[in-house]
C-alpha cells in the first residue's frame, strides 16, 4: 500500500488559482498511471486528470485548458495546478492510482477545494 496526503486546498474567488499536492508514502512508477479525483457534496467521487508513468496526460471535459496535472518522480508527488477556477469546482480533491479496475490503494483525507462565486 502507498499512503497518500492531499494538501493546498482552500477557499479562493472565482477566477482565482490553487496549486494541490500529492505526497506519496513509495514510489508511485510502481502504479502505471496516477490520478486526481473530486467530490463534491452528494455526488460520487469523479475522475479529474490522469498522468501516466511516461508523462502522458487526459483530463475531464470541464477543466481541460484550466487544469494542469504533474508529476515529480523524485519526490514521489502529483501536482495539480488549477486555474480559471468556478464555483463548480467546488469539491474534496484525492489523489491516487489510476487503472481500468477500481483501485485497491487506500484514500488519502483529501483536500478541500472551495470556490466562491
Known amino acids: 500500500q502507498v499512503h497518500l496526503v492531499e494538501s493546498g486546498g482552500g477557499l479562493v474567488q472565482a477566477g482565482g488559482s490553487l496549486r494541490l499536492s500529492c505526497a506519496a508514502s513509495?514510489?508511485?512508477?510502481?502504479?502505471?498511471?496516477m490520478g486526481w479525483y473530486r467530490q463534491a457534496p452528494g455526488k460520487q467521487r469523479e475522475l479529474v486528470a490522469t498522468i501516466s508513468r511516461g508523462g502522458s496526460t487526459n483530463y475531464a471535459d470541464d477543466v481541460k485548458g484550466r487544469f494542469t496535472i504533474t508529476r515529480d518522480n523524485i519526490k514521489d508527488t502529483i501536482y495539480l495546478q488549477m486555474d480559471s477556477l468556478k464555483p463548480e469546482d467546488t469539491a474534496v480533491y484525492y489523489c491516487n492510482e489510476y487503472s481500468l479496475v477500481p483501485t485497491r490503494n487506500p484514500w488519502g483525507q483529501g483536500t478541500q477545494v472551495t470556490v466562491s462565486s
Open positions: 513509495a514510489n508511485i512508477n510502481q502504479f502505471i498511471a
